[in-house]
């Protein structure tokens, strides 16, 4: 039997006193959410979810998470940032993953009354 997959927790100090500004230029931050992003959305898409969980805040049950519609701008994302750092193997794995969402819906067919 596999064993549940839980989202890490990220511990992060004085949380509600964070800005925006503070928390969208942390390169610690940005560097957990490339790394955890891919493997998020990876458990999600194999268990047929709608949200990738990827990461819990200070253990209190608030998860951020994407929307399945965003995964692959996402890992798009990481991508880029993989490239910038010349990590073409993680660039590979993402690029499979983002293949395989890709094929997934653009194998759903809409079937309409004219249809028939």
């Not at 989202?7 to 955890?36: F, G, H, T, W, Y």
């Not at 701008?73 to 993953?97: F, G, M, N, P, Q």
Request: hydrophobic content about 35%; some cysteine; proline content about 2%.
């Amino acid at each position: 039997m596999k064993k549940k997959s839980r989202p890490i927790r990220a511990i992060i100090e004085n949380v509600r006193q964070l800005s925006e500004e503070q928390i969208a230029s942390s390169e610690i931050l940005k560097n957990l959410l490339m790394e955890e992003i891919p493997k998020a959305i990876e458990l999600a898409y194999s268990n047929k979810k709608i949200y990738a969980s990827i990461f819990e805040i200070n253990a209190t049950e608030e998860f951020v998470e994407i929307h399945k519609r965003d995964w692959e701008k996402a890992l798009e994302k990481c991508v880029s940032h993989y490239i910038s750092k010349e990590d073409y193997e993680t660039c590979t794995r993402i690029r499979d993953l983002m293949s395989k969402i890709s094929k997934k819906r653009d194998s759903l067919t809409l079937k309409t009354g004219s249809d028939e």
